[in-house]
């Protein structure tokens, strides 16, 4: 379904400029609210590997306090530590691409492999990754998890219902 442009005027003013390849509301909140949008892969010509992002103030705001706060240290270390949950990264990295993917149409791959940027896609997960071991952004794996559940959104979600009563962003 196309983005209305009352949902466009929405994003816009969430993420404070007009959104460049804007695909989809990939998850709306109960009211309708934008949560995470869904991009194009071929963004002005340029390969776009972030499909989801999120744009929830609130959440964005909640993940702030946690990344300043060295979660990702954290949980990197957790999962450095732990090969079980280094391989359902791996696979979350691959169900993404497969997720992408299903989104590029064929005027798209045809674009994407004029320009030589087909293979971009084929290597890159979630936030445009390409170390399937590292979390570089807990926005890009929240906003993920959010459209399909994965490992670091619900390593998140464990933290903060764990930390919840002090977390002040709760």
């Known amino acids: 379904m196309p983005v209305s442009p009352q949902q466009q005027a929405r994003v816009a003013e969430l993420l404070g400029r007009e959104p460049r390849g804007l695909a989809a509301i990939a998850v709306a909140g109960s009211g309708g609210e934008p949560v995470v949008i869904r991009v194009a892969a071929l963004v002005d010509d340029k390969p776009f590997p972030t499909l989801f992002w999120l744009v929830c103030p609130r959440l964005n705001y909640r993940i702030d306090v946690v990344e300043a706060g060295g979660l990702i240290a954290r949980l990197q ?9 280094r391989e359902a990264m791996v696979e979350d990295h691959r169900r993404h ?3 992408r993917d299903s989104y590029i149409d064929a005027a798209q791959r045809q674009r994407l492999q004029q320009l030589g ?3 971009v896609f084929e290597c890159k997960g979630i936030g445009g990754i390409a170390d399937f071991g590292r979390i570089r952004c807990l926005h890009t794996w929240y906003a993920a998890h959010l459209v ?6 619900r ?16």
Do not use: H, M
């Not at 399909?148 to 959104?153: A, S």
């Open 148 to 153: 399909e559940p994965n490992t670091v959104g």
């Open 117 to 119: 940027f087909a293979a």
């Open 155 to 170: 390593l998140l979600d464990e933290y903060w219902a764990a930390s919840a009563p002090e977390d002040p962003a709760a």
């Open 77 to 85: 270390a957790r999962i450095d530590a732990d090969p079980a949950l």
């Open 97 to 99: 691409i497969a997720l």
